[in-house]
């Protein structure tokens, strides 16, 4: 195909990306915009779509974008026989073939959790409808009671209260959140069912590192209710243990 011929937002976003790889650390919108030479405002539209479909988190204290892990990670099914210093695909494929379940990498969006990489469990009763990119309330995943837990209650309040406040659907009952952040907090982990999807269940650790925003990732397994209710301290130390063996691999961790 011609070069005229490619589409303008495609070739756009690809090289917003390919600048990153350059730059190896956040950057604004005008910088950007800037460096390649685009107008600012179709640049500001282009990285807050790649924002919502999970490519670019945002920093709202210094209003700068950077790569997620889901960046990361698009290549990692070329590659995933030798795990790298900073793969992770490798522990999420082993995860599901251990655990015969759902794994996710999750991070922080907003007031929502947001899933960086998904691999699903190849058995169907378990298979969810999630994707990369796809964002589900904080307050509702393992994953993101495992991020709430770092937060005080008050900043839990005022999370919930926003939440609740763009909700369409029901709203979140504070001391109900509270209550599953203190589990979370006393056991060290999380586990929420049917918080999403009715009869399913999921249970999330904290990886150690963060990514280039220093924003937490959170790496976690989802399955049927009943196997979580029964399993999920099994299945949490059995997060913790690939999560060590990872990183005996990553000296700067």
């Not at 005229?4 to 937002?9: A, C, F, G, L, P």
């Not at 179709?42 to 670019?56: E, H, K």
């Not at 251990?98 to 699903?120: D, K, P, S």
């Not at 900043?155 to 926003?162: A, N, P, Q, S």
Request: glycine letters at 8%; charged letters at 25%.
């Amino acid at each position: 195909m011609p070069p005229e011929r490619t589409v303008k937002s495609a070739r756009r976003a690809l090289e917003i990306l390919d600048l990153y790889e350059k730059l190896r650390r956040p950057a604004g919108v005008g910088e950007i915009a800037a460096t390649l030479g685009y107008p600012q405002s179709s640049t500001s539209f282009l990285m807050n779509d790649l924002r919502r479909t999970g490519y670019l988190n945002y920093d709202t204290e210094t209003r700068r974008f950077a790569p997620t892990m889901r960046v990361a990670l698009l290549g990692g099914w070329i590659h995933a026989g030798t795990l790298g210093r900073n793969e992770i695909f490798g522990m999420l494929a082993r995860l599901r073939e251990l655990t015969r379940m759902t794994t996710m990498l999750a991070t922080q969006n907003g007031v929502e959790l947001q899933y960086m990489y998904v691999i699903e469990a190849r058995r169907s009763l378990t298979k969810l409808p999630l994707r990369p990119g796809v964002s589900r309330p904080i307050c509702r995943t393992a994953g993101g009671l495992v991020l709430l837990a770092e937060r005080t209650d008050a900043e839990i309040g005022r999370i919930v209260r926003l939440i609740n406040a763009t909700a369409a659907g029901p709203q979140e009952d504070v001391e109900h959140v509270l209550r599953h952040v203190g589990r979370t907090r006393r056991e060290g982990y999380g586990w929420i069912t049917g918080g999403v999807f009715r009869n399913i269940g999921s249970v999330a650790v904290r990886l150690p590192f963060n990514d280039i925003l220093n924003k937490p990732l959170v790496l976690s397994v989802a399955g049927s209710a009943r196997r979580i209710r029964a399993e999920h301290r099994r299945l949490a130390d059995l997060l913790r243990k690939q999560v060590a063996l990872h990183c005996e691999a990553m000296p700067d961790v």
